[in-house]
């Protein structure tokens, strides 16, 4: 289950519920050993999948999605973040690719292709960057960055806001009792007059 203190976490966890998915959080992954890149030093500790969603009635990329949460209070600024890694720029004590390994480093893009396949049986996915907002560039530049598409496989990638997702998770709402702590606040909110469904709320 989603930590307490990862609202952003949990709000994926609503949403993809709301739209059929099953839900798994922290899948853990790590490069092969016998790959000819595996450093021990620096390889030997597991990076995971946030949530991974699995929608048995879809096919194709939607049947799964496998979510990134970044929580970040400026939120993403495509371009910014694509320089930054890029660039090796060091971000709050570390290199700045290390947050999306999957999308740089083609070990650790490798293991996390077949720890999707593993958990699922699937190969197509869609990958999704979950933030708290898009600033400064559009999203297309992250979604359309050749190099992460690659490392993707040619899966589609979107990024996604907290927002949009709250738009469409209280809109949804009835009056059963929703499946996770979060969705149950929404309700209270929801039920309090506070209609986070509209637009601008």
């Known amino acids: 289950m989603a930590s307490k203190e990862d609202i952003l976490e949990q709000l994926v966890e609503e949403f993809l519920i709301h739209r059929g998915y099953f839900v798994r959080h922290n899948l853990?992954?790590?490069?092969?050993?016998d790959h000819p890149d595996f450093i021990s030093n620096q390889d030997s500790n597991h990076s995971d999948i946030d949530v991974l969603g699995f929608n048995p009635k879809l096919k194709g990329?939607?049947?799964?999605?496998?979510?990134?949460?970044?929580?970040w209070q400026t939120g993403l600024n495509p371009e910014q973040k694509i320089r930054q890694i890029e660039c090796n720029k060091i971000v709050s004590g570390r290199e700045a690719w290390r947050g999306f390994r999957?999308?740089?480093?083609p070990k650790w893009s490798e293991a996390f292709l077949n720890a999707i396949n593993e958990?699922?049986?699937?190969?197509a996915f869609t990958y999704v960057t979950a933030v708290t907002s898009i600033q400064g560039s559009?999203?297309?530049?992250?979604?359309e960055h050749l190099p992460f598409v690659s490392a993707m496989r040619g899966n589609p990638i979107k990024v996604i806001t907290l927002r949009e997702m709250l738009h469409e998770v209280s809109g949804a709402l009835?009056?059963?009792?929703a499946g996770t702590e979060l969705g149950r606040t929404l309700q209270l909110f929801k039920a309090a007059g506070l209609d986070l469904s509209k637009e601008g709320a």
């Open 28 to 33: 853990k992954f790590l490069p092969r050993r």
């Open 61 to 71: 990329a939607d049947r799964v999605l496998a979510v990134s949460c970044k929580s």
């Open 102 to 105: 999957e999308l740089v480093s």
């Open 119 to 123: 958990a699922t049986g699937e190969s």
């Open 138 to 143: 559009p999203r297309e530049v992250w979604e």
């Open 174 to 177: 009835s009056h059963t009792v």
